[in-house]
């Protein structure tokens, strides 16, 4: 059998057997995914004080402990106040959404704009059934946390199975080199450059946006809780970790913060001071994003432009609603590169 012949039915041997390793793993498939991915993501910095002399179990076992510490502290800090919030924003949303709207009317009033919002259809329909809305997004959210927890126990095919996450991490950083050969090795001879060279690029864009943008995240809802809650806005604290953790994608974050945030300073209204002061936030800190802190920590490892981010959003959107906009964005930059491998291949078989 010659080797042309051979190396498709490698191929299609591997991609059967991935099939039934994954039928097969059933509800571990989950954690195990998990685990490569917070691999992908701690490794380097497992690598770095290995090359340090520090020995690779004892670095994993530091890393893994330091992660635990600060996810513990956070969950023993913020979460009961960001459920407590959480909770009182819903049940005070249609209530606050109707204030909002009353006092705009007002505001702009006195600017010389008239706009009847008070008998709008929107305040009739707060107004008649306020409680009725309150009570719809408080069933739907408990609704949706209900059965997002029943569907998770299902997946692990219960909670002892999330333990398999820390133990899978463990044994693929150990081994992740060897890991790496063996998956490369089944690889065709006459195609292991090219894909090579197209992981290679593709790791440079998934690793100096995934981390990079994680990174981003987490500063930007520390800025936004702290710059909120101190000028003063009601939900201040969770209204900018929630425009944080959106930032992850471009352009959501900032809108539906920026927008939640006037909203709550408008059915709060006692003065300018508070918008004004919101506004100096968001300003302040797309500032802040824009100038030093994405430069820095993503730099231009993406590589799209504004209508080409735009156009990413819009059909990861469409095809798979938020997973796909979270994925859209490195997913282009990805295909984008190597189109461009693709491109330089071909002028030089023309040549």
Request: charged share 15%; net charge positive; glycine share 8%.
């Amino acid at each position: 059998m010659t080797d042309k012949i051979k190396s498709p039915l490698v191929v299609l041997s591997i991609f059967l057997i991935i099939a039934f390793l994954m039928i097969g793993l059933g509800s571990a498939l989950y954690p195990l995914i998990i685990s490569f991915s917070l691999a992908y993501l701690i490794f380097p910095i497992v690598e770095k004080l290995e090359s340090k002399g520090i020995p690779r179990t004892i670095s994993l076992a530091v890393v893994l402990t330091v992660c635990a510490f600060f996810l513990i502290l956070l969950l023993a800090l913020l979460v009961p106040q960001i459920i407590s919030e959480s909770k009182t924003f819903i049940q005070e949303l249609p209530e606050n959404s109707l204030i909002a709207l009353k006092k705009l009317e007002f505001f702009l009033k006195n600017y010389g704009v008239n706009i009847d919002l008070s008998r709008g259809q929107i305040e009739s329909f707060l107004a008649q059934n306020s409680e009725k809305v309150s009570a719809n997004l408080i069933n739907k959210a408990s609704g949706f946390l209900s059965h997002f927890f029943t569907d998770l126990l299902s997946w692990f095919l219960g909670l002892i199975n999330l333990f398999l996450v820390p133990l899978f991490l463990f044994y693929i950083i150990n081994d992740y080199e060897k890991i790496k050969e063996e998956l490369t090795s089944y690889i065709p001879n006459f195609w292991k450059i090219k894909i090579k060279r197209y992981l290679q690029l593709a790791n440079v864009v998934l690793s100096g946006y995934i981390r990079g943008q994680l990174l981003v995240a987490l500063i930007l809802s520390c800025l936004y809780g702290i710059g909120l809650s101190l000028v003063g806005l009601r939900f201040g604290l969770l209204i900018g970790i929630i425009t944080g953790l959106l930032s992850i994608i471009p352009y959501v974050g900032f809108s539906v913060g920026f927008a939640t945030s006037l909203m709550m300073a408008f059915a709060n209204y006692s003065g300018t001071e508070t918008i004004v002061g919101l506004i100096l936030v968001f300003l302040i800190v797309q500032a802040m994003e824009g100038m030093f802190i994405t430069p820095k920590l993503v730099g231009n490892k993406v590589g799209l432009s504004a209508l080409m981010t735009m156009l990413s959003l819009i059909i990861g959107g469409n095809i798979a609603g938020l997973f796909g906009m979270l994925v859209a964005i490195p997913l282009a930059a990805i295909l984008k590169n190597l189109f461009i491998e693709l491109k330089l291949e071909y002028i030089k078989s023309i040549k």
